[in-house]
Antibody, heavy 118, light 110 residues
Framework: EVQLLESGGNLVQTGGSLRLSCAVS????????MAWVRQAPGKGLKWVSG???????FYADSVKGRFTISRDKSRNTLSLQMNRLRAEDTAVYFC????????????WGQGALVTVSS | QSVLTQPPSVSAAPGEKVTISCSGS????????VSWYQHFPGTAPKLLIY???ERPSGIPDRFSASKSGTSATLGIAGLQTGDGADFYC???????????FGGGTKLTVL
């Protein structure tokens, strides 16, 4: 069964760091484009970062220079390293599999809550 | 403020048809395919439409979509009370080199 499971969500202080992981099962993480999408409390979905099957990486302007997307082929996981966190980064973070060209993600995790507070 | 513009809310009665619009620009909808999602709060979003008008397996044909120029439209026919959710359009933006979502539309089935 194709499945994504996020972990690593937590409460962190402003300026701190956190690493989210997305455990992949049912397919090989390196064979697909993957992405992170977030939803702040009471707000809509926001695209955060994506990585193509050929390892080209993209970021939303709001996280560029602070977040790093990566994947570990040996552990079959996708990660998001988040540094210099701000209050506005507070959100549920979803990992997703699919196509970056039309943001068509056919498989999503259940999400991990990141709360940034002073 | 989202790059893609959707109406905040729409409503209709069970059995009726509703449409949700998504307006963008030449750098996003005008040059890339559009996807649509249904999202119930607290759950994972569900892909309804990809590649402008294609439905993934398991999505009923009550859900349809079209695109013209820099706008896209999602249609939901034969509304059911369980269809009430948030709906999002999404696509790639060539100027931003990033994915973009619409602000979301809350569907209420009266």
């Amino acid at each position: 069964e194709v499945q994504l499971l996020e972990s690593g969500g937590n409460l962190v202080q402003t300026g701190g760091s956190l690493r989210l992981s997305c455990a992949v099962s049912g397919f090989t993480v390196s064979a697909y484009a993957m992405a992170w999408v977030r939803q702040a409390p009471g707000k809509g979905l926001k695209w955060v970062s994506g990585i193509t099957a050929s390892d080209t990486i993209f970021y939303a302007d709001s996280v560029k220079g602070r977040f790093t997307i990566s994947r570990d082929k040996s552990r079959n996981t996708l990660s998001l390293q988040m540094n210099r966190l701000r209050a506005e980064d507070t959100a549920v973070y979803f990992c997703a599999r699919g196509r970056l060209s039309d943001v068509g993600f056919d498989t999503w995790g259940q999400g991990a809550l990141v709360t940034v507070s002073s | 403020q989202s790059v893609l513009t959707q109406p905040p809310s729409v409503s209709a009665a069970p059995g009726e048809k509703v449409t949700i619009s998504c307006s963008g620009s030449s750098s996003n909808i005008g040059s890339n395919s559009v996807s649509w999602y249904q999202h119930f709060p607290g759950t994972a979003p569900k892909l309804l439409i990809y590649d402008d008008d294609e439905r993934p397996s398991g999505i009923p044909d009550r859900f349809s979509a079209s695109k013209s120029g820099t706008s896209a439209t999602l249609g939901i026919a034969g509304l059911q009370t369980g269809d009430g959710a948030d709906f999002y359009c999404a696509t790639w933006d060539d100027s931003l080199s990033a994915g973009v979502f619409g602000g979301g539309t809350k569907l209420t089935v009266l």
